[in-house]
């Protein structure tokens, strides 16, 4: 059955890639020839290379939101997918491992798309850091994270549910925001939990002044390490979750 | 000596939906290279007693089995289904649902997938959401059909095809039985299951009123249509025997449902003057239409 979510998932990341190799041909385009009265300044920059992987973590991101809900999106087609010499275990693994790489391969995409387009003027130079491992390891946690929640969320049911997948962005950006604002008791304590499992609530924020400065935004008062370890825990644990809910689904 | 084991059977199966009883306590044995029609109106449980056989639901109580044990994934290496509904993936082409067969079914046949795509006329390279119903339903056989399934279970299997390949479909799978392959499949079509089945369940509000080989359940009652030559006359007296089982009028003949026939309905009517009298068989819609229509 992977063979149906790899054709699936090869149509979205075609897209995503075309639209991300046009959007980096118009940007070269205007840095390359800028508008008269425009002041581009493209030579001899430092292009910090985490900034470069927070980037494709965010479009990575979106990509995961594009395949999650693949178990749901399948319910419609379970006389045929669960009437195969396959366990229901093996055959949820195989969807989500298609899914996964397609969100790591859309990650690659964007990573070395904005290399290419970024570092092509002779004299700008990448940089690296000692961040650059743990910005690596944030920007892939946030969309597996994002993937494996809403798989969760949508897979024990055969009614249609994938819009869950595009949902979830103002769904958890509005959860951040109630959890920053002051809310009474238990109002307060019920958004902070909830937001411990919100995906949008782990995207670092990237600030570039005189250097580079990465925030964490979890919820929990961990450092930027702890944050993306309880992450990729989440998303171990609601790929599991997914996958015990579809096999014991009814149809 | 002990009869073979079913290869498909139904356990006192009961199957509810919080209040709602789909299926009561069905108990039902299908034997190798036998083609059961599974007849009753909508919401007789047809379809809930393939799913459970299946898997796809948990049985409230009794118990469900293939080849004497419940379903696994390994079954499906011989077992084929047809859903009622449209299941395929509409984004896919004909030719790669077929690809998708072959990777995922190891008992899949290149050449009679292709042989039957040739026999349904189906186009290799157009998507499935762009397929009739019919043309969805022919692809969903030749995918069913190419893994050479020892047991088929089809619910609907002739919906929204034209009668030439209604036809076709029945006899693919004659074909099959003949072959030692063990078939159960639903139809609201009394005709079609006349026509393929050699055994008949016939089920109404989840519960199985009959099941029996066709040939007996058509010879256990008989009809003696008698013509006159004008009205009918008042046969009431004549009529007043216990292997009557039921009278109906049409024009100036006279339809009698007996259960057995020794002649003596024959004798009886002779006094009339009847212009005509023959004895037929029941036809199966008959005898649909009278279980599904008696109370209780």
């Known amino acids: ?156 049911t055969p009614r249609r549910l994938a819009a869950a997948g595009g949902l979830i962005w103002p769904i958890g950006f509005a959860l951040d925001f109630l959890t920053e604002i002051n809310l009474p008791f238990p109002l307060a304590q019920v958004f902070f939990v909830l937001n411990i499992f919100n995906p949008i609530a782990y995207i670092p924020t990237i600030r570039f002044h005189s250097h580079l400065e990465i925030s964490a935004s979890s919820p929990l008062p961990l450092d930027f390490n702890g944050q993306t370890i309880v992450a990729l825990c989440i998303f171990v644990l609601a790929c599991c979750i997914a996958t015990y809910n579809w096999r014991r689904m009814q149809a | ?42 919401g007789a449980g047809k379809t809930t007693a393939m799913k459970t056989l299946l898997g796809f639901l948990r049985p409230t109580s009794g118990s469900t089995a293939v080849d004497g044990a419940p379903v696994t994934p390994q079954t499906f290496e011989y077992l084929s289904y047809v859903p009622e509904t449209d299941a395929l993936f509409g984004e896919l082409t004909v030719a790669q649902h077929v690809e998708l067969n072959r990777l995922s079914q190891p008992r899949h046949d290149e050449s009679r997938a292709q042989e039957l795509l040739g026999v349904f006329g189906l186009d290799r390279r157009k998507r499935v959401r762009k397929l009739s119903k019919g043309q969805k339903t022919a692809l969903a056989l030749v995918l069913a059909l190419a893994s050479k399934p020892r047991v088929l279970v089809l619910d609907e299997p002739s919906s929204g095809l034209d009668p030439v390949f209604q036809r076709v479909v029945l006899d693919l799978l004659i074909d099959a039985a003949s072959e030692g392959g063990t078939v159960l499949f639903s139809s ?63 024009g100036n003949m006279v339809r009698i449902s007996v259960r057995k026939d020794d002649g003596e309905i024959a004798q009886r009517l002779a006094p009339y003057n009847p212009t005509s009298i023959r004895v037929v068989d029941r036809n199966l819609e008959d005898i649909f239409l009278d279980v599904v229509s008696e109370k209780n």
């Open chain 2, 188 to 250: 609201h079509q009394v005709g079609q299951v006349e026509r393929a089945a050699d055994h008949v369940a016939i089920m109404r509000g989840g519960r199985l009123l009959v099941y029996s080989d066709v040939d007996s359940l058509k010879g256990q009652e008989k009809i003696i249509e008698a013509t006159f030559p004008s009205s009918i006359p008042d046969l009431n007296g004549a009529l007043r025997v216990d292997a009557v089982r039921r009278i109906d009028h049409a």
């Open chain 2, 1 to 42: 000596m002990n009869p073979a084991p079913p290869v498909i059977a139904f356990d006192n199966l009961t199957k509810r939906y919080r209040n709602f009883e789909a299926v009561h306590d069905l108990t039902l044995h299908i034997q190798a290279g036998s083609i059961c029609g599974l007849l009753g109106p909508n």
């Open chain 1, 1 to 156: 059955m992977y063979y149906a979510e790899i054709l699936y998932a090869r149509r979205r990341l075609l897209i995503f890639a075309a639209v991300a190799v046009l959007v980096a041909a118009v940007f070269t385009y205007f840095v390359t020839f800028p508008p008269p009265n425009a002041h581009v300044v493209n030579n001899g920059q430092d292009v910090p290379f985490d900034a470069v992987l927070g980037f494709g973590g965010f479009f990575a991101t979106i990509m995961a939101s594009m395949v999650a809900a693949s178990m749901n999106r399948s319910s419609l087609h379970l006389p045929y997918v669960w009437t195969k010499p396959a366990s229901r275990e093996r055959t949820a693994l195989s969807y989500m491992l298609v899914d996964i790489l397609t969100i790591l391969a859309a990650f690659a995409v964007v990573v070395a798309i904005c290399s290419i387009v970024l570092a092509l003027p002779p004299r700008n130079r990448m940089t690296f850091d000692h961040q650059t491992l743990l910005m690596l390891s944030r920007s892939l946690a946030v969309p597996l994270m994002l993937y494996a929640v809403v798989e969760a969320a949508t897979s024990w």
